[in-house]
């Protein structure tokens, strides 16, 4: 049977244990598993797919094989989470999805909410990893603004009086750093800015632009070393920009550009770009909880 749809790849320590708690626990649909070789492809949602690979550090000619059987059903671009690592997975209904749960005896369930932009379930799974079902909340223009407008006073806040050393901290060795986190998220911010851009000033345009990889962008741009303090200031001249062109525009909210598979509104790229900013200081603030900082 020809997939080639699955966008994540999950490495699992027991294939048939996690292919059991997968499918009873949350409720995943098990499309196929290989004849030879301990990989099988699960459906989450209707789009959205995932291979699962047992590992075997004692054989890497196996692991080899097996990963190149996986491939057969993989986009090109696919995501291979760390343990430990969130993965994302969009809902009409997060409720739903808790009740859904609760019903199949899954107990470890967390919700959480930012009124008015997103509301989120956190599932831990056995493989080490966080499932995350995501929701998005419906706002008004107003309120839109109002988030996308605290987002620079939150973000110096949330690094307020840290030190070189203390940028570097990060929930676990190999997770991103403080200083990691804000040069992302700041960047995000940059390549979206474009976009909104382009949407003010010529409404309904096509738009087109190259895909946009965290990691590539991480190493690419030393994200592990480089100062963070001129980017902050960049961060809210940019939000300042921003917000003065859409307050002197009539009707800036409502401005769109096209994309290659959606219409986008500058309110839908504002929530947006304000969510993702608020997700990132969160997790400074966390990291900063747990160190002590």
């Known amino acids: 049977m020809a997939h080639n749809g699955a966008k994540l790849l999950l490495q699992v320590d027991d294939l048939q244990a996690s292919i059991a708690f997968y499918t009873q626990q949350l409720g995943w649909e098990l499309l196929e598993r290989a004849a030879s070789g301990p990989v099988a492809l699960l459906r989450i949602t209707t789009d959205y797919e995932a291979v699962l690979i047992q590992q075997t550090p004692s054989a890497q000619?196996?692991?080899?094989?097996?990963?190149?059987?996986?491939?057969?059903?993989?986009?090109n671009k696919h995501f291979t989470p760390k343990k430990g690592d969130l993965i994302y997975i969009g809902v009409s209904s997060v409720n739903a999805v808790e009740s859904n749960l609760q019903a199949k005896g899954c107990k470890e369930l967390r919700k959480e909410e930012n009124p008015g932009h997103i509301r989120k379930l956190f599932v831990l799974d056995i493989d080490g990893h966080t499932f995350v079902y995501w929701e998005e909340l419906p706002a008004t223009q107003a309120e839109i603004v109002d988030l996308y407008a605290a987002g620079a006073d939150e973000l110096e806040?949330?690094?307020?009086?840290?030190?070189?050393?203390?940028?570097n901290r990060s929930h676990a060795p190999g997770k991103w750093s403080i200083r990691q986190?804000?040069?992302?998220?700041?960047?995000?911010?940059?390549?979206?800015?474009?976009?909104?851009?382009f949407a003010l000033a010529e409404p309904g345009r096509a738009y087109q632009g190259n895909s946009f990889s965290q990691d590539d962008w991480s190493i690419g741009l030393d994200y592990r070393n480089r100062p963070i303090h001129a980017e902050v200031q960049l961060f809210r001249a940019m939000r300042q920009h921003i917000l003065g062109l859409c307050e002197h525009l009539p009707n800036a909210l409502e401005r769109t550009v096209i994309t290659k598979d959606r219409q986008e509104s500058v309110a839908q790229?504002?929530?947006?770009?304000?969510?993702?900013a608020k997700h990132h200081i969160r997790a400074v603030n966390e990291i900063r909880e747990r160190h002590d900082c």
């Open 157 to 167: 806040s949330a690094i307020a009086g840290l030190t070189e050393e203390q940028l």
């Open 61 to 75: 000619h196996l692991a080899e094989a097996q990963t190149k059987l996986a491939a057969g059903w993989l986009q």
């Open 269 to 276: 790229l504002l929530k947006m770009m304000a969510g993702h």
């Open 181 to 197: 986190q804000v040069l992302h998220l700041i960047d995000l911010e940059l390549v979206t800015l474009h976009k909104v851009k």
